[in-house]
């Protein structure tokens, strides 16, 4: 009298048996999502410190013809820029894109920038319009000109509309690979280039113009020092 029937203990058996199996399969798919995730995560934003431990990934690629003032590119009106013109300047390289969330912050930053720095006539910010990275560049080179013209007023260089990673990117892209390891993974990567043409810094969209403002200064007037420096030895001799 009183004891459960044992068809009735069998079955609870069986259900508590079932949920603790249940309870062991959803914690280790809780783990796995978590590792997913932040895989994820690390892939898509790592950390600047992460891939400076390394300073070998500043090495220049090899090749005699590898220079950044070799290349060639359009600008938005469709005319042939020639990067030597940027030989002796410090320049801040950017992958831009028109319809993405940190478009608006960076547009405003790269052209306060540009109008803080440009002045020196060592420095220029250089966008390169890319629509790789969720499709937040759709418009035509003429429009992007246009756009940027009319909401920023913008007095930086904007070049034609390029693939900044894979097999397809420009030759200024793959030199950023090449030297630093760290191509773009999503819009607003930035790469501060010193007057000789070494990449010396970049930061990624999750930085700001206002944050990275300091740096760029320091470059610049590095820059304008040695140059006076090395005029002046040249009148010298």
């Given at each position: 009298?009183?004891s459960?029937p044992?068809?009735?203990?069998?079955h609870?058996?069986?259900?508590i048996?079932?949920?603790?199996?249940?309870?062991?399969?959803?914690?280790?798919?809780?783990?796995?999502?978590?590792?997913?995730?932040?895989?994820?995560?690390?892939?898509?934003?790592?950390?600047?410190?992460?891939?400076?431990?390394?300073?070998?990934?500043?090495?220049?690629?090899?090749g005699?013809?590898?220079?950044?003032?070799?290349?060639?590119?359009?600008?938005?009106?469709?005319?042939?820029?020639?990067?030597?013109?940027?030989?002796?300047?410090?320049?801040?390289?950017?992958?831009?894109?028109?319809?993405?969330?940190?478009?608006?912050?960076?547009?405003?930053?790269?052209?306060?920038l540009?109008?803080?720095?440009?002045?020196?006539?060592?420095?220029?910010?250089?966008?390169?319009?890319?629509?790789?990275?969720?499709?937040q560049?759709?418009?035509?080179?003429?429009?992007?000109?246009?756009?940027?013209?009319?909401?920023?007023?913008?007095?930086?260089?904007?070049?034609?509309?390029?693939?900044?990673?894979?097999?397809?990117?420009?030759?200024?892209w793959?030199?950023?690979?090449?030297?630093?390891?760290?191509?773009?993974n999503?819009?607003?990567?930035?790469?501060?280039?010193?007057?000789q043409?070494?990449?010396?810094?970049?930061?990624?969209?999750?930085?700001?113009i206002?944050?990275?403002?300091?740096?760029?200064?320091?470059?610049?007037?590095?820059?304008?020092?040695?140059?006076?420096?090395?005029?002046?030895s040249?009148?010298?001799?």
């Amino acid at each position: 009298t009183g004891s459960m029937p044992r068809y009735i203990s069998t079955h609870v058996r069986e259900v508590i048996l079932i949920s603790k199996m249940l309870l062991h399969i959803s914690a280790a798919l809780g783990i796995v999502l978590v590792l997913c995730l932040s895989t994820s995560v690390a892939d898509e934003i790592l950390p600047k410190e992460a891939l400076l431990e390394d300073p070998d990934k500043f090495d220049r690629a090899k090749g005699p013809n590898f220079s950044l003032y070799n290349f060639r590119i359009k600008n938005t009106a469709g005319d042939n820029v020639e990067f030597k013109q940027f030989q002796g300047k410090v320049i801040l390289g950017v992958n831009v894109a028109s319809e993405c969330g940190f478009t608006d912050a960076h547009y405003k930053g790269l052209q306060a920038l540009h109008e803080l720095l440009a002045i020196s006539e060592r420095f220029s910010v250089v966008a390169f319009p890319c629509n790789q990275f969720g499709n937040q560049e759709p418009k035509t080179n003429r429009e992007i000109h246009e756009w940027a013209t009319k909401n920023y007023r913008v007095s930086f260089p904007i070049f034609e509309k390029v693939d900044v990673t894979g097999d397809k990117a420009h030759d200024f892209w793959k030199l950023i690979k090449a030297t630093t390891g760290q191509p773009p993974n999503w819009n607003f990567w930035k790469y501060l280039v010193d007057y000789q043409g070494n990449v010396i810094n970049f930061w990624g969209p999750w930085t700001t113009i206002e944050e990275i403002t300091k740096d760029v200064k320091e470059a610049v007037d590095q820059a304008i020092k040695e140059l006076a420096r090395k005029r002046q030895s040249t009148e010298a001799a």
